[in-house]
């Protein structure tokens, strides 16, 4: 890597941040208002988590290209399978060289990849046990994954490609938020006694859409970061911004003309899931595919996007208000299989991707937040869900001058 380009990624890293701030509005604006604060300060106890548990151990674990790791061999040929570097990034001399830059994108990486659960879990998710479930991500989950794809562990070997991180940053957060769902439950009146579904709305869109052009914006730094560290293509920033850019504008189309064509009008959140959707397909093979091609998987990611968040919602009975698992889980799958439909890559390791994230990694993570909650449950107690979780865990309300409504009030 050049000088330039070193300089390069190192100014795209610093954009990724403006990724966590984007989500973290999109969780907050889509919960209710007597939960507000909560969906914001989470977000940043989440963050400082990774981060230290990241430097603890996550970067020991992940590693890069050519670094130390432990290999099985089999048939012959030494399968690399986890990283063996020093605790506390001893040894990495953080200068600006690949190595420190990847370190870098590593520990923000993370932390974005930390706040997608907090999305499944908005209303109903402790603080403290959102903190312990973060230090498994950071510490094992992300890293490992994140060494198979990046840090030339067996899906590097194979010739896996995700050049953003649709597989080890969206889909590994995604597929966290489905157990932290399924294991927290719906809220209180989600569902009937027949399982349909109670519409709760988020309490404000207009901090949902900013953080959409936040996503862009961050994402813009994920993608080229990415594609400058773990990509041998040193494909064009231009080309890199192009895909993201059109896949996000696709996302958005699609779900605004499918939530037009079934409900008569746009749905604001759901064209917001669709955006953030199609930033998030666009990770995978940004680097490498055609523009129109990146425009087409952002159409069908705003699409599935749509129709997944429903089938959830009305079939799997997985109560998650902001789409968490759909933009992040599907979309980043979704993302993966694109590289082998419009790209370089190889089928074969391209499907081994996706079956390492749905044999492993889902499993994995479900059981270990399960295990967390036998110890220290996630969920707040059922008689602190109606005041809100300001109230319960902060002892505030993010707006003091409003009343906000409990789910006990009626209208006479």
């Known amino acids: 890597m050049t000088d330039l380009a070193q300089a390069l990624c190192g100014l795209l890293i610093l954009l990724i941040p403006l990724a966590s701030a984007g989500l973290a509005l999109i969780n907050s604006g889509l919960g209710r208002s007597r939960s507000a604060t909560h969906a914001m300060l989470g977000p940043l106890c989440v963050t400082a988590v990774a981060v230290l548990a990241y430097f603890v151990c996550g970067w020991s674990w992940q590693s890069?290209?050519?670094?130390?790791?432990?290999?099985?061999?089999?048939?012959g040929m030494a399968w690399n399978w986890i990283g063996a570097e020093p605790f506390f990034l001893q040894g990495v001399d953080l200068n600006g060289e690949p190595t420190s830059l990847a370190v870098g994108f590593g520990?923000?990486?993370?932390?974005l990849s930390a706040l997608i659960p907090l999305g499944a879990g908005v209303e109903r998710w402790r603080l403290g046990a959102a903190c312990a479930s973060t230090a498994v991500l950071a510490g094992w989950t992300f890293p490992l994954f994140a060494h198979w794809a990046w840090g030339g562990g067996w899906l590097w070997q194979i010739g896996f490609r995700d050049a953003g991180g649709a597989g080890a940053i969206q889909s590994v957060g995604g597929l966290t938020a489905f157990g932290i769902a399924r294991i927290l439950g719906p809220r209180p009146g989600k569902y009937d006694s027949e399982g349909v579904p109670a519409a709760f709305p988020g309490h404000n869109a207009v901090l949902v859409l900013f953080g959409c052009f936040l996503?862009?914006?961050?994402?813009?730094?994920?993608n080229g970061a990415g594609s400058l560290l773990f990509t041998s293509s040193h494909a064009s920033m231009v080309l890199v911004a192009m895909n993201t850019t059109l896949s996000a504008a696709g996302g958005l189309l699609a779900a605004a003309a499918l939530t037009r064509v079934r409900f008569g009008r746009p749905d604001a959140s759901?064209?917001?899931?669709?955006?953030?959707s199609g930033l998030v397909a666009a990770s995978a093979g940004c680097a490498w595919v055609a523009p129109a091609a990146a425009a087409v998987t952002g159409v069908v990611a705003g699409l599935l996007v749509t129709l997944s968040v429903e089938?959830?919602?009305?079939?799997?009975?997985?109560?998650?208000?902001?789409?968490?698992i759909s933009v992040h889980a599907v979309g980043g799958i979704w993302g993966l299989l694109t590289v082998a439909l419009f790209g370089p890559g190889r089928w074969a390791a391209q499907l081994a991707g996706v079956a390492a994230l749905l044999v492993v990694v889902l499993?994995?993570?479900y059981g270990l937040n399960a295990l967390l909650n036998r110890f220290y449950p996630q969920r707040v107690p059922a008689d602190a869900e109606p005041h809100g979780l300001d109230l319960f865990e902060l002892g505030a309300g993010a707006y003091p001058e409003f009343v906000t409504r409990r789910d006990d009030f009626r209208p006479r």
Do not use: Q
């Open 215 to 222: 996503n862009w914006i961050g994402w813009m730094g994920v």
């Open 363 to 365: 499993p994995m993570t």
């Open 107 to 111: 520990i923000l990486a993370v932390s």
């Open 270 to 276: 759901l064209c917001a899931n669709g955006w953030t």
């Open 311 to 324: 089938w959830l919602d009305l079939r799997g009975r997985v109560d998650d208000p902001t789409g968490s």
């Open 64 to 75: 890069f290209p050519e670094g130390h790791a432990h290999a099985i061999t089999v048939g």
